[in-house]
């Protein structure tokens, strides 16, 4: 027989959440059980992305079981459990069957201008090996130094663009970018703030 209180809590609300927190405050849920939710989230992060990872390949537990070498059991424990239990070979796992890259950083999440640093020495890095390889291979270095070039003016044209939307910079800073080559000088077309347009 069901009760009364059964019968309410069945019985749908009509509202509609735009996510669990919402939900939970929109219901009255304590913020002993939100807290716990909160926490369960933080530990599934890593699993969560890994069964994302798995569907969007379209790959099934039973071949991430086969790829692992493991059971599919295995693979249902371990989606269902927390990014503790999670071993490094796994997610190497993961990366390898859906063939997709996967990236771990701990601690801190990283400023604008620390990620801009980051991103600029690794920058760095990659153009010196392709330098190195246009060195020691003759039939690739036309295409390694027409891709120095394009980066080059690809990385001006960031730097203006964003530099334009920069508090009291709307107006013309005179800024110009020119190719020049053996049959003379060629002007790129202005972009809006007079700095010279590169397709990016």
């Not at 295995?74 to 239990?85: C, H, Q, R, V, Y």
């Amino acid at each position: 027989m069901t009760t009364e209180l059964e019968r309410q809590a069945a019985k749908g609300t009509g509202r509609k959440y735009g996510s669990v927190a919402e939900l939970m405050r929109g219901e009255g849920v304590s913020q002993e059980v939100q807290n716990r939710v909160k926490e369960l989230e933080n530990e599934t992060r890593v699993v969560d992305y890994l069964v994302r990872l798995r569907q969007a390949a379209g790959i099934t537990q039973e071949d991430m079981a086969k790829a692992l070498g493991v059971t599919q059991s295995a693979i249902s424990k371990l989606e269902s459990g927390t990014d503790l239990e999670l071993t490094l070979g796994e997610i190497r796992g993961y990366a390898r069957a859906t063939e997709q890259r996967i990236g771990l950083m701990f601690g801190q999440p990283l400023t604008h201008v620390e990620s801009v640093k980051c991103h600029a020495l690794a920058i760095r890095r990659h153009l010196e090996r392709l330098a190195h390889i246009a060195n020691r291979h003759d039939e690739l270095e036309k295409d390694i130094q027409g891709f120095f070039g394009e980066a080059f003016f690809n990385i001006l044209t960031i730097l203006a663009e964003c530099g334009d939307k920069l508090p009291g910079n709307g107006r013309d800073v005179g800024v110009r970018i020119e190719i020049i080559k053996a049959g003379g000088v060629k002007a790129l077309p202005k972009s809006r703030a007079g700095a010279s347009a590169v397709p990016v």
